[in-house]
């Protein structure tokens, strides 16, 4: 069983290795014309949220892979973009388009807030995980005890709408379309980054911040700017994450659990290849989604207890991610 | 000093001396391995159970119940190193993010198998008992939470500073190649050390459970409180997890009674955040 399963992966490895963008794009293509040949709804959902999964997971490691800044804490910019849709909205009526920006300035206030003192005195390794889980939870506090607004621990349900301009569509196929967008946006940037001077700086600073400090680099700058990215589109995922569940709740998008998610989907797959994030999302979503289909509502904790199992298995056998392993010896191109 | 003010500070200690066995147990552990566990509160909830348990079935008051949750909890820990943390111990940190995090959703779902998300309490009366000093006024059961927890911190105390396989285990922390060649078993020292830290954290959910409820995730927000406090007291340093302790538990007392009890940890969050911009390394961290 051992020999045959070594055998298989040795196999993909080969295979994917040759024909890594070819798959790729026959992957994309058949995605996008999967849709229209008609899906069950139930499989919808899970592309869905494996896609804005892969989309969170691939934007977290923009700085956390790359620049080895750990963030234990991204719940903190999905929750303020699903936030910022959900109260505007609820409150005020206002298109959770308008939100979504709403949510990429406040999320770029706050990646500016926290980034750049922490990024001045070099805050790293444990320190900055622990500040981060710190943020996120202070947030998941503060958005419980304005329940006059927020709704408190129960949360909000957001108002139908039922109109394209409220991105609120009869169907979950534009929902579909939209995620898959960003997800491939956030790949296309990963790539891009990879092969830019910024993106080699971010990897300089992974593996050395004082030689790259050393070098010229401008390794507060660097980190600053990954960071802010991350932060936005990240909260874009929020507002998305707010508008197709129509639902959000404190512990739901700010809470440790999601941030746990998002770090661990990531390093699952490989942080530092651009397209781990995407194959940890693509493993373990439906995973989870298929154990809770299968099981039902009978046993509830099965699914994450699964998913638990998993994290620790990767971490024993494939300690550097999935993609490490598929793609060993390529770490150029990957 | 005014006697309110005093009932203010003494709330805060004893909430102080529950967070001490936790940060003391993580402590012991980064210590002696540099990693951190980041599923010690969610230990302390399985402890919180076993107590829980205890009770129910045999009619085990929970301070009886340290000893059988210590036991057992220790040799999770142990077994915990030798299957799950020694593989990933010489990894890089976000592995070993990847471990624990497992470990974290494997505990909490468990438990929510086993047990539901109900919130479960042991309803001892005498605990609420008041015992009343001048115009102060302290709950028996907060009382003895503190006392325990005092206590067992100085055996720890004592044991690295006295007991052979205490100084074993600094041994193995400072030098471990040394250690090994003076013919310690650092993998074996580097397992109770984590048993030790985790049947910490089981005894801080024993001394808990008489006071407070217990439900699948009481562990996260106590975990997170326990990496505040030796963060904030600096990583690895004993006085520093008992500093900070009572610390954030004077914060969370002083919030609590004079803004919001529901605002009293996001105080100390915030507060914790400000120290770490302010003094990266904590209090008593190392240079």
């Known amino acids: ?334 | 000093m005014d006697s309110f003010i005093m009932q203010v500070l003494i709330n805060g200690i004893l909430l102080g001396g529950i967070y001490v066995t936790i940060a003391v147990g993580l402590n012991v552990i980064y210590g002696v391995m540099r990693i951190i566990n980041y599923a010690q509160g969610d230990f302390l909830m399985i402890g919180m159970y076993i107590a829980y348990w205890l009770f129910i079935l045999l009619g085990m008051i929970p301070y009886l119940a340290i000893i059988p949750v210590a036991i057992t909890l220790f040799g999770m820990g142990f077994l915990l190193f030798l299957y799950i943390v020694k593989p990933v111990l010489k990894l890089p940190y976000e592995s070993q993010i990847l471990t624990f995090v497992g470990i974290i959703f494997i505990l909490q779902n468990f438990a929510l198998i086993v047990w539901t998300a109900d919130y479960r309490s042991v309803n001892i009366p005498q605990m609420r008992y008041p015992i009343v000093l001048g115009d102060l006024y302290i709950p028996l059961g907060r009382l003895l939470t503190l006392i325990l927890s005092v206590i067992i911190t100085l055996l720890v105390y004592f044991f690295f500073k006295n007991a052979k396989f205490g100084k074993f285990i600094i041994a193995a922390s400072q030098d471990p190649l040394g250690a090994e060649i003076i013919g310690i078993d650092t993998s074996a020292v580097k397992a109770v050390a984590t048993g030790l830290g985790i049947a910490l954290a089981g005894i801080g959910g024993c001394i808990l459970l008489p006071i407070y409820y217990v439900y699948p995730y009481v562990g996260t927000r106590l975990g997170i409180l326990g990496f505040i406090i030796i963060t904030l007291g600096g990583l690895g340093s004993f006085i520093g997890a008992i500093v900070g302790s009572f610390i954030i538990g004077l914060i969370e007392s002083f919030v609590g009674t004079y803004f919001s009890s529901e605002l009293a940890f996001a105080a100390a969050l915030l507060l914790y955040i400000i120290i770490l911009l302010v003094k990266p390394k904590g209090l008593f961290g190392e240079r």
């Open chain 1, 1 to 334: 069983m051992f020999k045959i399963s070594k055998y298989a992966i040795g196999e993909l490895s080969v295979f994917l290795k040759r024909r890594l963008y070819q798959a790729l794009f026959i992957a994309i293509i058949m995605l996008a014309i999967l849709p229209i040949l008609g899906l069950p709804p139930y499989i919808l959902h899970v592309l869905i949220t494996s896609f804005l999964f892969a989309y969170v997971c691939t934007a977290w490691s923009y700085i956390s892979g790359y620049a080895r800044q750990v963030s234990l804490g991204h719940s903190a910019f999905f929750g303020l973009g699903a936030y910022s849709v959900a109260l505007l909205l609820y409150h005020f009526n206002i298109s959770p388009l308008i939100g979504l920006l709403v949510g990429v300035f406040a999320s770029m206030l706050l990646a500016l807030a926290i980034g750049i003192p922490s990024f001045k005195i070099g805050l790293k390794g444990i320190y900055y995980i622990f500040s981060t889980i710190a943020l996120a939870e202070l947030l998941t506090l503060i958005f419980i005890s304005l329940r006059t607004y927020t709704g408190g621990a129960l949360g909000l349900a957001l108002p139908i709408r039922r109109n394209p301009l409220y991105l609120q569509f009869e169907s979950k196929i534009p929902y579909y379309y939209i995620t898959l967008g960003l997800w491939l946006f956030s790949l296309v940037l990963a790539k891009k980054i990879q092969s830019s001077r910024f993106g080699y700086y971010l990897f300089a600073i992974r593996e050395d911040e004082e030689a790259a400090l050393a070098c010229g680099i401008n390794v507060f700058k660097v980190k600053l700017k990954a960071h802010i990215l991350s932060a936005i589109l990240t909260s874009i995922g929020g507002s998305i994450y707010a508008v197709y569940y129509l639902y959000v709740s404190p512990e739901s998008v700010f809470g440790v659990t999601l941030s746990f998610r998002i770090a661990t989907t990531s390093l699952f797959g490989g942080a530092t290849s651009w397209i781990g994030p995407t194959i940890g999302a693509f493993v373990l979503t439906p995973v989870l989604e298929y154990v809770r289909i299968t099981l039902g509502g009978k046993i509830v904790g099965v699914p994450l207890l699964i998913y638990g199992l998993l994290l620790v298995l990767i971490a024993r056998f494939a300690p550097g991610g999935i993609s490490e392993k598929l793609f060993k010896g390529r770490e150029k191109v990957v």
